[in-house]
């Protein structure tokens, strides 16, 4: 299975994907905001990462995306939607990161959407959510720009998040 844009190809993610992966997780700028601490992350997690997120393609048919840019060939990002557990409770939550080299050059706009339409057409899916630091301005604006709609500001892992969310009558179908 894959998607593609203008700029970029998606396939779904690989255990061997995570020297890509290394790439967001391993640089101190993009993992500011997507760590707890802030902090890289070492390189058995993005080991395990990767491993996982294969594994939930593999069993829930959908997951985050490897994505790759069309004029170069190299990794440039992951997205997509997965089943997490937030406080206890399952939810569909979209994910997504962008390998700094890649930054400010809208393609979380161009990949938010996509990533979004593939799995409310192909599951019965009632709800996304998708959330972010209060001071990530740019990932709010990538979350709204998909049809996230903001719901409130809250805590998440000791920290101040902005939380939005998609119903399906909200999604109201693939955008042209």
Known sequence: ?????????????????????????????????LSADGKPFPEDKSRVAARNWAAHWDINGFGLWHITDKQTGRFCAYAGLRLVL???????EMAYAVVPE?????????????????VFARL?????????LVRNIASQKVMQGAGFVFTHHGDHVGLPHFF??????Q????RA
């Open 1 to 33: 299975m894959e998607l593609e844009t203008e700029r970029m190809v998606f396939r779904p993610f690989q255990p061997d994907d995570w020297q890509d992966l290394r790439l967001i997780q391993a640089d101190a700028r993009a993992t500011d905001t």
């Open 86 to 92: 937030f406080y206890g409770k399952p939810i569909v």
């Open 102 to 118: 890649f930054w400010k050059q809208g393609r979380g706009h161009e990949f938010a959407r996509p990533c979004v339409d593939d």
């Open 124 to 132: 019965d899916l009632e709800e996304a959510w998708c959330f972010t």
């Open 164 to 169: 939005c969310k998609m119903t399906r009558e």
């Open 171 to 174: 999604w109201g179908g693939p």
